[in-house]
């Protein structure tokens, strides 16, 4: 089972909390999910792509009592914040949601009123993790207490630090108050319960039948082997959507917000006139493109809601990596973290440099260590050394002989070279290894280059006019292919170089199949501009001073 163009395919990125700012952690997804969504459409399939915000839980709360105000001022704050990082980062979503919104909230409560009349859900009297001293049920991330697989340090709902494991908050050792740090002691309380072990089929057959990357479906089918418990759904917190019919509790985080992948292509298809049940009832493919870190609840507890109330599951489920800093985990706390908006974009950054390096360092699932020096190396060889040394020295050899497209008519050197990177392009992205396809691109521009280097223009120029023209219009050829073929990767770059090759129309509406379309000869050229600027040894002493100075401030910190 494949994609066609029929289908309806709906991407997803996993929602990040609204209750801090964007990191380069954030970008391992929300990127590729980009890049994967601009290939298809540069290939003619029809395909939406949605992302939001994470309004509620138990992180949403401890945040906003942290900064003094109320979860809704901290949700607006960061929603918007979001909202501008992806726009600079032109992560081209059709809509970026808020589980925060009316629209969430009815679909979230007919989910779960739907598995509760199809008997998936019930009602149970459970001893609870509670604080005498603040005399509050301890939900999720407000209890901490040792992990009893790793020993590591661990939250109320999962081992975020050790082993990873979702974990109940009666499995913790030594569990204690966030708050306060009292002792956790136990106080009967009733809940509800989803009744995930009525899955385990289903969700066998579904992980080994599942597309995406191999670490999804092995984790998934790890867990599911080691056997399901029912899921506790509800939780005793001041804030998130009120549990259908038992408003003194709320729909725990994990069991909403993924529904927000269907609350905001509802909202789309309102807002555009098209009917969201061809997407998630009907014949629908959905991709969903997360962290290594949120593989249990994508693929064993959001497919089995899925089922429940008789949704489209998965088609695929693209499982990154981790985000590694330096050599070390991501960790705001520890200080090890790259802030998008205050040590990129405020630093002057090229953001396209920047996907480039996401996509193009590592394949997808391995871990990404985002290092200053070996980004300043990537940029400099790379984009600097050979795209944007091709694309200036062969734009500007032209204006400055012809003011437009020479005349020439294309090789079957050339063509043969631009399909085969097409077509290998095109096999790499059905894979998800968007680094291939990153390098693919990036092998055409070092043909390019020969293919410039060897036809020896500077010479041919003053002696055979014609044979110059001739050759310049194959390299102008492979220069335009280069522009569509990596404009899912970088596509502000894409367009600078599409506008100095004095093209009409929108790059980002460009099928695949004009890179073989031969350029018009007498197009008038702008004056070329350089693509990239080298990044100096003192801007990366600068950038790797600030980081150890935020890792500095958070051990003195710590102690």
Same mark, same amino acid.
Request: net charge positive; hydrophobic share 35%.
């Given at each position: 089972?494949?994609?066609?163009? $029929?289908?309806?395919?709906? *991407?997803?990125?996993?929602?990040?909390?609204?209750?801090?700012?964007?990191?380069?952690?954030? /970008?391992?997804?929300?990127?590729p999910g980009d890049a994967y969504v601009r290939y298809l459409k540069r290939y003619g399939y029809d395909v939406v792509f949605f992302c939001g915000s994470d309004a509620h839980g138990a992180p949403i709360e401890l945040a906003a009592e942290q900064a003094g105000v109320s979860p809704q001022k901290l949700i607006e704050k960061y929603h918007a914040h979001f909202e501008k990082i992806f726009r600079k980062l032109?992560?081209?979503? @059709? /809509?970026?949601g808020n589980t925060e919104a009316p629209y969430h909230y009815k679909r979230a409560q007919t989910i779960i009123r739907t598995l509760e009349e199809n008997g998936y859900v019930e &009602?149970?009297?459970?001893? !609870?993790?509670?604080?005498?001293?603040?005399?509050? #049920?301890?939900?999720?991330? =407000?209890?901490?207490?040792?992990?009893?697989?790793? +020993? &590591?340090? $661990?939250?109320?709902? %999962?081992?975020?630090? +050790?082993?990873?494991?979702? /974990?109940?908050? @009666?499995? /913790?050792?030594?569990?204690?108050?966030?708050?306060?740090?009292?002792?956790?002691?136990?106080?009967? &309380?009733?809940?509800?319960f989803f009744k995930l072990s009525m899955f385990t089929d289903f969700l066998t057959k579904f992980n080994k039948r599942l597309k995406g990357t191999a670490l999804a479906r092995n984790y998934a089918l790890g867990w599911i082997r080691q056997g399901l418990k029912d899921w506790g759904i509800s939780r005793d917190l001041k804030w998130g959507i009120p549990y259908p019919g038992d408003e003194d509790l709320v729909l725990y985080v994990w069991a909403e917000n993924y529904a927000g992948y269907i609350s905001f292509t509802e909202e789309w298809a309102r807002q555009t006139g098209v009917d969201w049940e061809d997407y998630w009832i009907r014949d629908g493919k959905i991709i969903n493109f997360i962290g290594a870190d949120i593989v249990y609840h994508h693929a064993v507890f959001w497919p089995a809601i899925l089922k429940g109330v008789n949704?489209?599951?998965?088609?695929?489920? *693209?499982?990154?990596?981790?985000?590694?800093v330096e050599g070390h985990g991501l960790s705001k706390s520890r200080g090890f973290v790259i802030d998008i908006e205050e040590d990129i974009i405020k630093q002057g950054i090229d953001l396209d440099a920047v996907r480039y390096y996401i996509l193009s360092y590592t394949g997808y699932t391995k871990d990404l260590d985002f290092i200053w020096k070996d980004f300043q190396i990537r940029v400099n060889n790379e984009l600097v050394g050979i795209l944007g040394n091709y694309a200036y020295r062969v734009l500007l050899f032209i204006h400055k002989h012809f003011k437009k497209i020479p005349?020439?008519? !294309?090789?079957? %050197?050339?063509?043969?070279?631009?399909?085969?990177?097409? %077509? &290998?392009?095109?096999?790499? =992205?059905?894979? #998800?290894?968007?680094? %291939?396809?990153? @390098? $693919?691109?990036?092998?055409?521009?070092? =043909?390019g280059n020969t293919l410039f280097q060897q036809s020896e223009p500077w010479k041919t120029i003053k002696e055979e006019r014609d044979r110059a023209q001739f050759d310049l219009y194959q390299c102008l050829q492979v220069l335009k292919a280069i522009t569509i073929l990596i404009e899912p990767v970088m596509p502000a770059i894409s367009e600078r170089i599409w506008q100095q090759l004095g093209q009409d129309g929108n790059i980002h509406e460009v099928k695949v199949e004009e890179c073989t379309e031969p350029l018009v000869p007498g197009t008038k050229l702008p004056n070329p501009e350089a693509l990239f600027t080298k990044i100096a040894d003192e801007t990366v002493e600068a950038l790797t001073s600030r980081l150890n100075q935020r890792i500095e401030s958070a051990r003195a910190k710590a102690k």
């Open positions: 089972m494949t994609l066609t163009k $029929a289908d309806k395919i709906v *991407v997803t990125c996993g929602l990040p909390y609204a209750n801090g700012t964007a990191h380069i952690g954030h /970008l391992r997804t929300y990127i032109n992560i081209g979503v @059709d /809509l970026y &009602a149970r009297d459970v001893a !609870l993790p509670y604080c005498n001293t603040c005399q509050t #049920f301890l939900a999720d991330r =407000f209890l901490v207490g040792t992990c009893p697989y790793c +020993g &590591a340090i $661990a939250r109320g709902d %999962e081992c975020d630090q +050790g082993c990873q494991r979702y /974990l109940d908050a @009666d499995q /913790l050792i030594n569990p204690r108050c966030v708050t306060c740090g009292s002792p956790a002691v136990k106080r009967n &309380a009733r809940h509800h949704y489209n599951t998965a088609y695929a489920i *693209v499982a990154s990596g981790m985000v590694k005349q020439g008519t !294309l090789t079957d %050197e050339v063509t043969s070279q631009i399909r085969n990177t097409v %077509e &290998a392009i095109d096999k790499t =992205f059905h894979r #998800f290894r968007f680094k %291939e396809a990153a @390098d $693919a691109a990036m092998l055409l521009a070092s =043909f």
